[in-house]
């Protein structure tokens, strides 16, 4: 978050896109925060620190948790409770290189970013090798994103925009394993 908050300028001139084009996850609670920071009459540091070493620490976080867990008036009403589905490739979602091809994947999580655009995050499964390869992410329109259910396996279409990909079309749902195989 810390060095997001110079990004976040530059992102609300931009209607909430990063320079990639792409939707800024939270941008209400983005919209929030920089409204709140402007209007601090005080000078406001911020600081990251790994970890919870020290008993302060420790009470700031059992203290967020729970107000998280609490809720209240201001609740992000984006997130909905529900089953947690986990990515079979290790690592981070990174962004889908789309190059117009099909590939096919296993959704494992998606979410709204906007009224007209959804992320989703999913694994690439090669069927050459029988293997999952990768864990990235695309926007998908929200009429196909309902069509992708968690791991469950699709072949679908992707834009031409390596900066910007986007699932265009779902070409029809296939047999993948549920699990990663040696």
């Not at 110079?6 to 909430?16: E, F, L, M, P």
């Amino acid at each position: 978050m810390k060095d997001n908050i110079i990004r976040a300028q530059s992102w609300r001139k931009n209607d909430w896109r990063n320079l990639y084009g792409e939707p800024v996850e939270n941008s209400d609670l983005w919209r929030s925060f920089l409204s709140a920071f402007k209007n601090a009459s005080m000078t406001v540091h911020f600081e990251w620190t790994p970890g919870k070493k020290t008993p302060i620490l420790r009470e700031i976080d059992k203290a967020a948790k729970t107000a998280a867990k609490r809720g209240g008036t201001d609740i992000d009403r984006g997130f909905k409770s529900g089953t947690v589905a986990r990515s079979l490739f290790p690592g981070a979602a990174t962004r889908f290189v789309a190059t117009g091809q099909t590939a096919v994947i296993r959704p494992y999580r998606h979410r709204p970013i906007k009224k007209s655009e959804w992320k989703v995050r999913f694994n690439v499964f090669s069927e050459e090798s029988g293997k999952y390869i990768a864990s990235c992410y695309a926007l998908v329109s929200p009429e196909l994103a309902t069509g992708l259910h968690r791991q469950h396996g699709y072949r679908v279409r992707f834009n031409n925009d390596p900066n910007y990909p986007q699932i265009v079309e779902l070409v029809e749902e296939v047999s993948i394993p549920n699990r990663m195989t040696p």
